[in-house]
């Protein structure tokens, strides 16, 4: 492996220049905007606990918890008495029908989150639950259940007993972070992180609608980083998504968590470093960085590594408390972006308490790839006032929308060049906790932004459980 480098800095800075405008949007294009529609309750007391300063119906690294398809909404969430359920409804309709799928939630953490995946091939929906560094429950449905829903009933019988392997194929031990992505032939992936944090490796394994087929790690947590404060040998790196574009191309963007406490300036801080980006152009066989070079191959003994050269896309040292896994889309044009947060250098340059240094400073940018082939990054001038994620999403003339933690949405037009960031909707009325999922499936279809989201509570006092639905431009 080569050692580490960076991007040029001349290709990384705040943005201002519409020219550099990513996406197709025109002239007429209508720019930004959210009309609340509707809400529904999915249920009115879902499990409720703090862990990790998340909730697990809740967290925004939990791809699909929440996904449309075929004029259908699906949703995944854990009752009060620890039930894992899934619902679905017809788009728009105020109503849910719900299945106990049999398998009840075991640990008070909020990494144990529900996602949900379909297999076009033969119109199974998969769920897989419950995991943080060891084992996972898999459960998938008929087949032709999303395929057929108003002729198929929502009943228990449609889903297979919960197991703990993908149909007899073992993954690992120390499985955490599952996260389902469709392949352009309607293949279903599953990505997953394989060891622990600070000490792991992404992975992913592949359904062809007859079997699950383990494809193999593809980073590696090896090799030497130092800081200016000392050195670390061990880590892993955390995915900010895994998205196929329009075009069949997949994209992450990523952080790298260090092991080794001693590369911070403080113990209160936490050891993320580097916004970073890969590619891969064959269903996930080989990776690429930004310029083309080949970093990575699942499988092989060629892994991604933190001392690949061209890896880096916007340089940040562990002392500033920069979030791990938070938000990725792509454009039209199949340019990727990420929404990643952390506490600016104006602040101090060293954040020596993560959440509170969040919570008072944080801030969110938006990272792009312009379609002059270079990057540009926008502070978003919205305070986070939390400790944890923002979600992206963008619509279909590639305006670009921020939903903050609490359901705020922030937004940013095309044809600025995604310069004239502006608050939207402020979640008044929400009481939301933090963090939301939103449904990254349904804005393309009809145009509509579901954001799901869990009312304060204390302790562990059930509370509700809700979607909401904006209308974008379309």
């Given at each position: 492996?080569?050692?580490?480098?960076?991007?040029?800095?001349?290709?990384?800075?705040?943005?201002?220049?519409?020219?550099?405008?990513?996406?197709?949007?025109?002239?007429?294009?209508?720019?930004?905007?959210?009309?609340?529609?509707g809400?529904?309750?999915?249920?009115?007391?879902?499990?409720?606990?703090?862990?990790?300063?998340?909730?697990?119906?809740n967290?925004?690294?939990?791809?699909?918890?929440?996904?449309?398809?075929?004029?259908?909404?699906?949703?995944?969430?854990?009752?009060?008495?620890?039930?894992?359920?899934?619902?679905?409804?017809v788009?728009?309709?105020?109503?849910w029908?719900?299945?106990?799928?049999?398998h009840?939630?075991?640990?008070?953490?909020?990494?144990?989150?529900?996602?949900?995946?379909?297999?076009?091939?033969?119109?199974?929906?998969?769920?897989?639950?419950?995991?943080?560094?060891?084992?996972?429950?898999?459960?998938?449905?008929?087949?032709?259940?999303?395929?057929?829903?108003?002729?198929?009933?929502?009943?228990?019988?449609?889903?297979?007993?919960?197991?703990?392997?993908?149909?007899?194929?073992?993954?690992?031990?120390?499985?955490?972070?599952?996260?389902?992505?469709?392949?352009?032939?309607?293949?279903?992936?599953?990505?997953?992180r394989?060891?622990?944090?600070?000490?792991g490796?992404?992975?992913l394994?592949?359904?062809?609608?007859?079997?699950?087929?383990?494809?193999?790690?593809?980073?590696?947590?090896?090799?030497?980083?130092?800081?200016?404060?000392?050195?670390?040998?061990?880590?892993?790196?955390?995915?900010?998504?895994?998205?196929?574009?329009?075009?069949?191309?997949?994209?992450s963007?990523f952080t790298?968590?260090?092991?080794?406490?001693?590369?911070?300036?403080?113990?209160g801080?936490?050891?993320?470093?580097?916004?970073?980006?890969?590619?891969?152009?064959?269903?996930?066989r080989?990776?690429?960085?930004?310029?083309?070079?080949?970093?990575?191959?699942?499988?092989?003994?060629?892994?991604?590594?933190?001392?690949?050269?061209?890896?880096?896309?916007?340089?940040?040292?562990?002392?500033?408390?920069?979030?791990?896994?938070?938000?990725?889309f792509?454009?039209?044009?199949?340019?990727?972006?990420?929404?990643?947060?952390?506490?600016?250098?104006?602040?101090?340059?060293?954040t020596?308490d993560?959440?509170?240094?969040?919570?008072?400073?944080?801030?969110?940018f938006?990272?792009?790839?312009?379609?002059?082939?270079?990057?540009?990054?926008?502070?978003?001038?919205?305070?986070?006032?939390?400790?944890?994620?923002?979600k992206?999403?963008?619509?279909?003339?590639?305006?670009?929308?921020?939903?903050?933690?609490?359901?705020?949405?922030?937004?940013?037009?095309?044809?600025s060049?995604?310069?004239?960031?502006?608050?939207?909707?402020?979640?008044?009325?929400?009481?939301?906790?933090?963090?939301?999922?939103?449904?990254?499936?349904?804005?393309a279809?009809?145009?509509?932004?579901?954001?799901?989201?869990?009312?304060?509570?204390?302790?562990?006092?059930?509370?509700?459980?809700h979607?909401?639905d904006?209308?974008?431009?379309?």
């Amino acid at each position: 492996m080569r050692r580490r480098t960076l991007l040029a800095g001349a290709l990384l800075g705040t943005a201002a220049a519409p020219a550099l405008a990513a996406g197709t949007a025109r002239a007429a294009a209508p720019g930004p905007s959210v009309t609340r529609t509707g809400s529904t309750t999915l249920d009115s007391r879902a499990v409720f606990f703090v862990s990790y300063d998340g909730l697990v119906n809740n967290n925004a690294f939990q791809k699909n918890g929440l996904l449309t398809y075929k004029g259908h909404q699906y949703a995944a969430w854990y009752t009060a008495d620890r039930n894992a359920v899934v619902g679905r409804r017809v788009l728009g309709a105020s109503s849910w029908q719900t299945v106990r799928v049999g398998h009840t939630l075991r640990y008070d953490d909020s990494h144990n989150v529900i996602s949900m995946g379909v297999s076009k091939t033969d119109g199974r929906l998969h769920l897989n639950m419950d995991s943080h560094s060891d084992g996972f429950t898999y459960v998938k449905s008929v087949a032709g259940l999303l395929d057929d829903p108003t002729g198929l009933s929502w009943t228990a019988s449609r889903f297979g007993a919960p197991q703990s392997t993908l149909d007899g194929l073992a993954l690992t031990s120390r499985f955490t972070y599952p996260q389902f992505v469709a392949t352009p032939e309607g293949r279903l992936q599953l990505s997953y992180r394989a060891g622990v944090s600070g000490n792991g490796r992404n992975a992913l394994a592949e359904y062809d609608g007859g079997r699950w087929t383990a494809l193999g790690e593809w980073t590696g947590s090896t090799g030497t980083y130092s800081s200016e404060h000392g050195s670390s040998t061990a880590r892993n790196m955390y995915l900010h998504g895994i998205d196929y574009d329009r075009n069949g191309r997949l994209h992450s963007f990523f952080t790298w968590r260090e092991q080794n406490g001693a590369v911070m300036c403080s113990g209160g801080g936490i050891t993320n470093h580097d916004t970073g980006y890969v590619y891969s152009d064959d269903r996930g066989r080989t990776w690429r960085n930004d310029a083309g070079t080949v970093v990575g191959r699942t499988g092989g003994s060629d892994r991604v590594s933190v001392t690949d050269a061209g890896l880096v896309v916007d340089p940040l040292n562990p002392d500033h408390s920069l979030m791990n896994q938070e938000s990725q889309f792509t454009d039209s044009a199949g340019r990727p972006h990420a929404i990643i947060s952390y506490v600016p250098g104006r602040f101090g340059q060293c954040t020596t308490d993560y959440v509170a240094d969040r919570t008072a400073n944080g801030r969110a940018f938006h990272v792009r790839h312009t379609a002059a082939g270079g990057w540009r990054k926008t502070e978003i001038p919205v305070p986070l006032n939390s400790s944890q994620r923002t979600k992206l999403v963008l619509d279909r003339y590639d305006n670009a929308y921020a939903v903050f933690p609490y359901g705020r949405i922030a937004a940013a037009s095309a044809a600025s060049g995604h310069t004239d960031w502006k608050l939207l909707y402020d979640g008044a009325g929400l009481n939301a906790f933090g963090e939301v999922v939103i449904d990254e499936t349904r804005v393309a279809q009809d145009g509509v932004l579901s954001v799901m989201y869990q009312e304060k509570s204390t302790g562990t006092t059930p509370s509700p459980l809700h979607v909401v639905d904006f209308r974008l431009p379309t």
